[in-house]
Nanobody
Framework: QVQLVESGGGLVQPGGSLRLSCVAS????????IGWFRRVPGKEREGLSC????????YYADSVKGRFTISRDKAKNTVYLEMNSLEPEDTAIYYC????????????????WGQGTQVTVSS
């Protein structure tokens, strides 16, 4: 059973930064690629980024490229999403999920995901 737990969300001013964490059940990263997507109530979820389990190659949506960085710490069973230059439009609930990387992210197809963490960008 894959379990994913997101944390690190919060309230930040425009231009600020946050680092989200996704802690996975043991050995998840050996078998699964991990992606991040976000959801705004009333809108479709948006795939943001993913990192491949095989070679840690990272992929990004155009909306976050250059601002967000995905990384992985295998020893801690944790995937991070470093978010910089945050904008009010980044306000959403952020989820990590297992997925086919990168095409699953672009098609918004995920197998397992956590409960999400709220990010609010506001002055």
């Amino acid at each position: 059973q894959v379990q994913l737990v997101e944390s690190g969300g919060g309230l930040v001013q425009p231009g600020g930064s946050l680092r989200l964490s996704c802690v996975a059940s043991e050995r998840t990263f050996e078998y699964y690629n991990i992606g991040w997507f976000r959801r705004v109530p009333g809108k479709e979820r948006e795939g943001l980024s993913c990192i491949k389990s095989s070679d840690e190659r990272a992929y990004y949506a155009d909306s976050v490229k250059g601002r967000f960085t995905i990384s992985r710490d295998k020893a801690k069973n944790t995937v991070y999403l470093e978010m910089n230059s945050l904008e009010p439009e980044d306000t959403a609930i952020y989820y990590c999920a297992t997925t086919v990387c990168p095409h699953g992210v672009w098609r918004n197809e995920y197998d397992y995901w956590g409960q999400g963490t709220q990010v609010t960008v506001s002055s």
